[in-house]
């Protein structure tokens, strides 16, 4: 990857003229089977552009309790495209129709908020890496086409999705308005993700990516790494689901509910799981006062994935 990098061809990526991120961006886009895509630093910048392709100032977006977009993007939607949301919640991070049909609210006239989008999250992060079914996507999907809502995926490792289930990108792509996919999680790349939509959209995005200071001029370097993670590290993330169901066997969790690489545990002190952990040089993280969430990628073996499981057994497993 290292390599890749440095042997990158650039060019000013302001005028889209970087052809590194110019390949990167058609090859992710095809993959999704969309029109074009944009490269971003953060998949929170990716997120924020797509959910304002779709979603106005004072409009709403629809998405589960738990949402990255809601939780843990610092309010960038609200803060700074002037979203306002409402959401469902369900344990396992899934797509509730029926809620999703009883929120749902059109142009109702001068009183209240209308509904542009529903967002979803495949994976879900904070509901532990799982999978949305294919089939609750497509029902959201045939939903959406009744109405004048439209439906954004937060595809931060819907690589990790593909992998666990061998559903086509393309029909992952097929029931989205928009989506933000990362090549900085499981796939290794050091920083970048992209957001995936049509050419208008695409193009309103790269003003608005401008505007908030994201546009990058010799960025091909970056993108080449992402070029690299896709061609190189895809299937490999099957490893990672392996290990990460080796720590939920170890935390007593049951493993069958491990479906990608993120692993999530209740515990009675999250805080002092974390600190306990990280004595014994095994890193995991607080989401919550009583939930600890542990991630395998690329970078952690399977020999210190059962060091990790040993120490967490111990910490967690009781
Ligand atoms: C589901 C999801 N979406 C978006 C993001 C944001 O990615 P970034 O950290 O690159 O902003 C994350 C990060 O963990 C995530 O888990």
């Not at 749902?104 to 992060?125: I, L, Q, W």
């Not at 990108?169 to 796939?187: P, Q, R």
Request: overall charge negative; glycine content about 10%.
């Amino acid at each position: 990857m290292r390599r890749a990098m440095a042997e990158a061809e650039v060019g000013d990526d302001v005028y889209a003229e970087d052809p590194t991120v110019l390949e990167l961006q058609e090859r992710v886009a095809a993959m999704f089977g969309h029109e074009a895509a944009l490269f971003t630093p953060t998949g929170s910048m990716a997120n924020v552009l797509a959910v304002a392709a779709l979603v106005g100032p004072g409009q709403e977006v629809l998405c589960e309790a738990r949402a990255h977009i809601l939780r843990a993007e610092l309010g960038a939607h609200g803060a700074l495209t002037g979203i306002t949301s409402r959401t469902w919640s369900d344990e396992h991070g899934q797509v509730d129709l029926e809620a999703v049909e009883g929120m749902y609210a059109p142009d109702m006239g001068p009183f209240f908020v209308r509904t542009t989008a529903v967002s979803v999250e495949n994976t879900h992060n904070f509901a532990g890496g799982t999978v949305l079914p294919i089939g609750d996507l497509q029902r959201l999907r045939s939903w959406a086409d009744t109405t004048d809502c439209a439906v954004h995926v937060d595809g931060a490792r819907i690589w990790n999705a593909h992998v666990a289930t061998g559903v086509a990108f393309e029909d992952y792509g097929s029931i989205a308005d928009t989506l933000a996919v990362c090549l900085s999680k499981g796939l290794g790349a050091p920083v970048g993700s992209l957001m995936i939509g049509s050419a208008e959209q695409v193009a309103e995005a790269r003003v608005r990516r401008k505007r908030m200071g994201g546009g990058m001029r010799q960025v091909g370097v970056l993108a080449a790494a992402g070029l690299h993670a896709l061609e190189h590290n895809l299937d490999r993330l099957a490893e990672d689901h392996e290990h990460a169901r080796l720590l939920a066997q170890a935390c007593g969790a049951d493993p069958n509910l491990t479906e990608t690489n993120i692993v999530v545990v209740d515990v009675p002190d999250a805080a002092a799981v974390v600190a306990a952990a990280r004595e014994e040089g095994v890193l995991v993280g607080a989401v919550g006062p009583t939930k600890v969430r542990m991630l395998t990628h690329l970078d952690v073996s399977r020999p210190e994935v059962e060091q990790a499981a040993k120490v967490l057994g111990k910490i967690v497993g009781g």
